[in-house]
């Protein structure tokens, strides 16, 4: 993600009241169903971002996230990538 992938995040987010690792998922598939692919992939990439600075501060894939386990977020950010063929070749 480079300088411009951040930027979009940022005005993504900038409305939410708050940012949760939930809120970015629920956004994410927000605005693939509106078709924009690429702002969906950013914001994916930003929740993969979120549960890796979870583990960075000490937590592990088995501690939980928001109720859910780091490795489930994971996950479904992981597929939700795939299954929507937005993985950057």
């Known amino acids: ?3 411009f992938g951040i930027l979009r995040i940022s005005s993504y987010i900038y409305g939410m009241k708050k940012v949760t690792i939930d809120s970015v998922y629920a956004q ?3 605005v693939l ?3 924009r692919v690429d702002e969906a992939r950013d914001l994916a990439d930003y ?3 979120m549960a890796a600075e979870a583990q960075e501060e000490g937590l592990t894939m088995d501690d939980e996230l928001e109720g859910v ?3 489930l ?3 479904r950010f992981w597929y939700f990538l ?3 063929n937005l993985l950057l070749a």
Do not use: S
Request: glycine letters at 20%; aromatic letters at 4%.
């Open 1 to 3: 993600m480079g300088i």
């Open 28 to 30: 994410a598939r927000e």
């Open 33 to 35: 169903k509106e078709g």
């Open 47 to 49: 929740g993969i971002v």
């Open 69 to 71: 386990r780091i490795g």
């Open 73 to 75: 977020w994971l996950e």
């Open 82 to 84: 795939e299954n929507n």
